[in-house]
């Protein structure tokens, strides 16, 4: 009778280690997923962040630039950085610096 105690105690306490190292592990992995969540919620967050820029941007350059106006975002670009003036590329190569530190994150 003894021996079925000390059996049945011992069962309990390998089951109660068990069951923490189970939830441990449960917890890491939803503190992982969490992460990942947040770590795609603030890249999308960004992306956009930085698309409203690049729209403002194309749409900013068409008004200051009238012989723009027909053009889409690569010729647009190519020109302001052949012809623009300073304040313009700068803003392309804010913009470009945001999209490299996106890339690198990942």
Do not use: H, R
């Not at 890249?43 to 409203?52: A, G, L, S």
Request: proline letters at 1%; hydrophobic letters at 45%.
């Amino acid at each position: 009778m003894l021996q079925l105690k000390i059996n049945l105690l011992f069962f309990k306490f390998v089951l109660f280690i068990i069951l923490g190292c189970f939830l441990i592990i449960s917890n890491n992995s939803i503190m992982a997923i969490n992460y990942e969540n947040e770590s795609i919620s603030y890249k999308m967050n960004t992306i956009k962040f930085i698309e409203k820029q690049i729209i403002n941007f194309v749409e900013n350059s068409k008004q200051k630039y009238p012989n723009l106006i027909n053009n889409d975002i690569k010729n647009i670009t190519k020109w302001i950085i052949l012809n623009g003036d300073k304040e313009d590329k700068n803003q392309i190569l804010l913009i470009l610096l945001q999209i490299q530190q996106i890339q690198s994150k990942d």
